[in-house]
């Protein structure tokens, strides 16, 4: 039990290091974790979380996939995995892990935003708007999520959506500089699609 609480207080060490960007001394502590207990998954976890920063891109991977080996059903590492396939640009597997990790859980709003976001980026614009609207079910306090189905909304010229979810970011971040360039980039779109909004170039003489 006593071995129980003490590696329970040095994770928790850990992680206060890693929140607080001390990451080699979270490293450090995670490090020596494993080295008493090799199916400590939460450990491989956040260490794989520490070379994602240091952007050992590949290194990360290996150890948030040694964590999903020990427990197949962590979410989070199914999430963090996702997220650096992205940032390698390998979008198929980071949908992938997007979807192992929504088989396990279907509540947690982030998910569903890079799961939408990874689809936008691989071209599938009306599947990642019903991600993002399925992330506007569990909740409607994060203004990057109007902004992420706003764009995606543009993107299928769809402008009063666009500039709907725009205002609801705002309405959120009244200081929100990308809506509110998103939100001018809207309205200039439809009013120039409707004819409204003309430009003119005048000759020099």
Do not use: W
């Not at 992680?15 to 001394?25: I, M, Y």
């Not at 609801?168 to 998103?182: D, V």
């Amino acid at each position: 039990m006593n071995k129980e609480k003490n590696a329970d207080d040095r994770k928790e060490l850990a992680l206060k290091f890693f929140n607080s960007g001390k990451f080699e001394d979270a490293r450090i502590i995670l490090e020596s974790l494993i080295e008493d207990d090799n199916k400590d998954f939460i450990a491989f976890n956040l260490l794989g979380l520490i070379q994602k920063h240091y952007r050992n891109l590949d290194n990360a991977l290996n150890l948030i996939e040694t964590a999903i080996k020990i427990k197949p059903n962590f979410v989070e590492a199914y999430i963090n995995l996702g997220v650096i396939f992205k940032e390698k640009g390998n979008i198929e597997e980071a949908i992938i892990s997007y979807q192992n990790a929504l088989n396990i859980r279907k509540d947690i709003p982030e998910l569903y935003i890079n799961l939408g976001s990874a689809l936008n980026e691989k071209g599938e614009t009306k599947e990642a708007i019903i991600n993002y609207q399925k992330a506007l079910n569990i909740r409607k306090d994060i203004p990057e999520l109007y902004i992420n189905l706003a764009n995606a909304l543009m993107d299928i010229d769809d402008f009063d959506g666009a500039i709907d979810n725009f205002n609801k970011a705002i309405k959120i971040n009244t200081n929100f500089a990308q809506a509110h360039g998103g939100l001018d980039k809207a309205l200039l779109k439809k009013y120039r699609l409707k004819g409204e909004f003309t430009s003119f170039l005048v000759e020099k003489k």
